[in-house]
């Protein structure tokens, strides 16, 4: 039962399995679901140890003295119920043992319990834009971060447990990092990147089809997860991920952030990347009718806060013909 009771208190303790039962960091909660799939982790003691945590929500910043009391006659009553247990498999455990033994065992569970709570349920901010919408949102330290439409941000401010302003990140957004008086590190993760920043202005884009960083003002350090590739950049330079290797260039800024402004700023873009980035901000699926429209680019500036609007935008630039039927946009080659 001893080593029962230990393998629980790992499980409990398990930083990717915190991660992944608190949905706080993608990567380790990635990690602990791995294990769990290739059964390395035991389903019985994983049932048991979610009971605890849902036990261990309660909605208060701190508990309140009813709170801990009950607490405490909860954890006395099972330890009693497991010390009577030990006495019917041994009679020979003297009474002084046992009662420092369940002593010893509240002690770790109470202070097991508060390390949790103080590691999982931290102060943490959640943002979802809907399909073509744009929300600024503020976050504690006075920074702001601008969201594009069908994107998702998470904020966790310094506490006791966490020493850094954390944010993660997953569709795409633009950050004006504000310094604090004691210098607390920013940093923004990605599936892919983390970007450690002090005080600036960057835009960040994380979709499935790609993923940049571009600084428009002060500095910011990008690392791969995969390998530990670093790049410093300056204000003006993109940094893109792909195969876990990071790669610089000068950066297109207006072209970039003309989302800020509702516009789709298109400088000889393929049209196939076009259609990605219409897919990504509408939820739609926008079909390329031959091989030739693919290969096709686009110059222009069109507006990106009405889907409609957009079709007849483009469709105005008379080099396309464009369909729409519910949630299916095809683009073709304009009818002569």
């Not at 607390?184 to 790609?210: E, P």
């Not at 196939?272 to 110059?299: F, K, N």
Request: proline content about 3%; charged content about 30%.
């Amino acid at each position: 039962m001893n080593n029962s009771r230990e393998k629980l208190e790992e499980v409990l303790l398990d930083e990717q399995f915190l991660s992944w039962y608190y949905k706080s960091d993608q990567e380790k909660g990635r990690l602990w679901e791995e294990r769990r799939s290739r059964g390395e982790i035991n389903p019985f003691l994983l049932e048991e140890a979610i009971e605890i945590l849902e036990q261990l929500k309660i909605s208060e910043a701190v508990p309140s003295a009813v709170q801990i009391a009950a607490a405490e006659a909860r954890l006395w009553e099972q330890l009693e119920e497991e010390s009577e247990e030990l006495v019917e498999t041994s009679k020979i455990i003297p009474w002084y043992k046992k009662t420092l033994s369940i002593a010893a065992v509240v002690i770790l569970l109470v202070s097991a319990a508060w390390l949790v709570r103080g590691y999982l349920q931290p102060n943490l901010l959640d943002v979802k834009t809907g399909f073509g919408e744009i929300s600024t949102i503020e976050l504690t330290d006075g920074s702001d971060v601008t969201l594009n439409g069908n994107s998702a941000l998470q904020y966790r401010h310094p506490d006791f447990f966490h020493k850094d302003r954390e944010v993660w990140l997953e569709g795409e957004g633009f950050f004006e990092v504000q310094s604090t008086p004691d210098k607390k590190a920013f940093i923004v993760h990605l599936d892919g990147l983390d970007i450690h920043v002090t005080g600036t202005q960057f835009n960040v884009y994380k979709r499935s089809d790609k993923t940049e960083v571009l600084l428009t003002e002060g500095s910011v350090i990008v690392t791969s997860k995969l390998n530990k590739d670093t790049v410093h950049l300056l204000p003006g330079e993109l940094a893109s991920l792909e195969n876990g290797k990071i790669h610089k260039k000068t950066g297109n800024t207006p072209q970039v952030i003309g989302w800020k402004e509702r516009k789709f700023i298109f400088e000889n873009t393929s049209l196939e990347e076009v259609a990605r980035s219409v897919e990504a901000l509408y939820g739609i699926d926008v079909q390329l009718e031959g091989d030739t429209t693919s290969r096709m680019t686009i110059s222009a500036i069109l507006p990106s806060d009405n889907l409609d609007v957009f079709i007849q935008s483009l469709e105005a630039t008379q080099e396309f013909s464009v369909k729409r039927d519910g949630k299916v946009v095809t683009i073709g080659p304009a009818v002569r």
